[in-house]
DNA sequence: TGAGGTCTGTGAATCGATTCACTACGCTGC
DNA sequence: GCAGCGTAGTGAATCGATTCACAGACCTCA
């Protein structure tokens, strides 16, 4: 295809040596790359030709700088190699798509350094505004960055104020509805592995497992056994448990697990001990990812609606830019809902 | 925190308003803002000042013009939200974080539209090299843009050519692996749901498959019945299933699936039709996910060193970038292992 | 006293695509 | 014969950060 090979060394083709290699002026290239109807046939074709000789590719970074923003919005998720936020993911691409927007995600690995770094990394390249699933106190830097004229989507967590959007579960009623499946089942002491309350998907389902307790009349202090891990994944689950059997005292007879991915470690380690599930120890997670349905003992777990998550998140984000001033904030919040299988309840 | 909000309209800060600010010139703000040894304390406390009260951040497109070249690399992979590919991409991320280079991550979904798309975006922006997940057809592109300045690795797919690099596992031994494994457990009448061939990894696992075969003295025409699914997953894999159930015939007593993503959904499709695994069908899946040893019945895998994978490609990328017109292309290629589980050895 | 050196800071030139006021040309119609 | 108009194409100005040759201030030492 190619024949005359550039080196390392060159610089790439402008559209100014375009122009001198087609005869017109830069502004003739510029306009047969963004306006080709105003230009005759006889030069839009002597351009072209130009063009694919010179391997002339646009420089992103000078287009940018002239036209001052790109169609681009960033999104940043607390763990991109967790299914629950791939389709979440795949929902905000979807309504991006119909825009013509492109998306820039990264995956904060709920490290807020990281989180604070995209955010920057994203504002210097000038994207028009950003979903974050935000760790505890990057309010204050994402309330600057909407002063900045970047507007700001909360994803999967409700927010705070009432002048930025978000679009969540109720993770709240989801904590709840795990302790209550618990609770109906006959547990009366129960672990619960979760995540650090800095992050608010943590804190809320907490908010829940302790308010389904109080509801049945039980004590947190007996009934519950809490146990912090550092990494919502497989690996954290593990150590979750590991954690849990090295307590004293009577071992909990329930496991609710903050999400799938650790329930999935937990179950791990669970059956290394050599543990029955749900006959020792009753299992619920949360997210239904992909694999629950399909585990040795199929997993309950708490749904959540990911691809709508999504792209109503981008949807908000979107009319907030089209409609300006005039777009009302809004908390849009959707419910979560329990689905029953094998590893808590036998009969399932 | 910020107590100045910015309209919407406004533009956004830039080094002079900073330069006039300070009442220094934008040449002393520049080398605040990039060394910052060379400005006295004073100097440099106002500019810093004034970078607060206006909340400057720099403009990446600005940067990187006047600079020509930025510290990215890009990578396409096939299918972000297969837990194979973001264990790879774990593994680029580590190497480049080592010499603070930042990643572009993408995702093809195996359409060569979208790979081509992406490429030109990378290219645009100016990335100093990609990895990539090609697809059939793709390697003139990417022999061009290799001309153009741009490095190329190949990512779990090896080259087809002398002068780019690649990263791959050996793909053809993986399927031979996996047939040898049924062959030896009796079976000699085995169905095989695979991608497009226009895919490296579908094609190569096949061509292990047929040797293996061949090795055993079977005949392809008898002993294989082949499924071609579109997309690598769990949909694919429930499509693939009920596809081999509605042909006619001899009913195949094991299942060799391209990966495990595709050979859950097969799982969840033998499933609903109660078929007994390994009893009635012996399953065999690829890339030994997460989940596979957790799985109602336990996934026998043929086994890829995923984050080594990753770090490797990015390791030659990086190589390739400092050496220059020294460094050595080469084809890494390690070896696949089979992990021997409940669904195809009932004694595992 | 002045040559030479160090330390700070200056500001014009640069990167490449886009835009827009303007020119040149050909054509129509009176 | 020329005003008026539309079409095609021009090229200087612009975006914002970086760089670099240079200037000014101040000090040292012969």
Redesign the interface.
């Known amino acids: 295809?190619?024949t005359?090979?550039?080196?390392?060394a060159?610089?790439?083709p402008s559209i100014t040596d375009v122009a001198k290699r087609a005869g017109v002026s830069v502004g003739t290239v510029s306009n047969v790359l963004n306006r080709p109807d105003q230009v005759s046939d006889a030069t839009r074709d002597r351009v072209l030709v130009a063009i694919e000789e010179l391997?002339f590719?646009?420089?992103?970074?000078?287009?940018?700088?002239r036209a001052?923003t790109i169609q681009t919005v960033g999104a940043i998720v607390l763990d991109?190699?967790n299914?629950f936020f791939?389709?979440v993911?795949?929902g905000v691409e979807d309504r991006l798509a119909a825009d013509e927007y492109?998306l820039?995600?990264s995956s904060s690995d709920e490290d807020p350094e990281r989180e604070a770094r995209y955010l920057?990394?994203f504002?210097?390249?000038?994207v028009q505004g950003v979903m974050v699933t935000p760790s505890a106190g990057s309010l204050?830097t994402l309330?600057?960055l909407r002063?900045?004229?970047i507007d700001v989507v909360l994803l999967d967590t409700t927010s705070p104020v009432d002048d930025i959007s978000s679009v969540a579960v109720d993770d709240v009623r989801g904590g709840a509805l795990a302790i209550e499946h618990l609770v109906s089942l006959g547990h009366t002491r129960i672990a619960f592995i979760n995540g650090p309350l800095t992050i608010k998907q943590c804190q809320d389902r907490r908010e829940g497992v302790l308010s389904a307790l109080a509801d049945a009349g039980l004590e947190p202090a007996e009934a519950l056994v809490e146990i912090t891990i550092g990494s919502l994944n497989?690996d954290g689950g593990e150590a979750g448990i590991n954690e849990l059997f090295a307590l004293p005292g009577d071992r909990p007879t329930a496991l609710f697990c903050v999400n799938d991915l650790t329930a999935?470690g937990a179950?791990?380690a669970l059956r290394a001990h050599g543990v029955a599930i749900p006959g020792e120890m009753a299992v619920v997670g949360y997210d239904d990812v992909?694999?629950a349905?399909?585990?040795?003992?199929?997993l309950t777990s708490v749904r959540q609606p990911t691809h709508q998550l999504g792209w109503t998140a981008a949807d908000l984000l979107l009319r907030q830019r089209s409609e300006?001033?005039s777009f009302l904030h809004q908390r849009v919040q959707f419910q979560p809902e329990l689905v029953v299988r094998g590893s808590s309840d036998p009969s399932a």
Do not use: K, Y
């Open positions: 295809m190619s005359t090979t550039r080196g390392r060159e610089r790439r391997q590719v646009r420089n992103a970074s000078a287009r940018q700088l001052g991109i190699a299914p791939t389709e993911a795949r492109t820039m995600l920057r990394l504002e210097e390249h000038g204050d309330l600057a002063d900045r004229g497989a999935l179950l791990r992909v694999f349905s399909m585990l040795t003992v199929p300006g001033a």
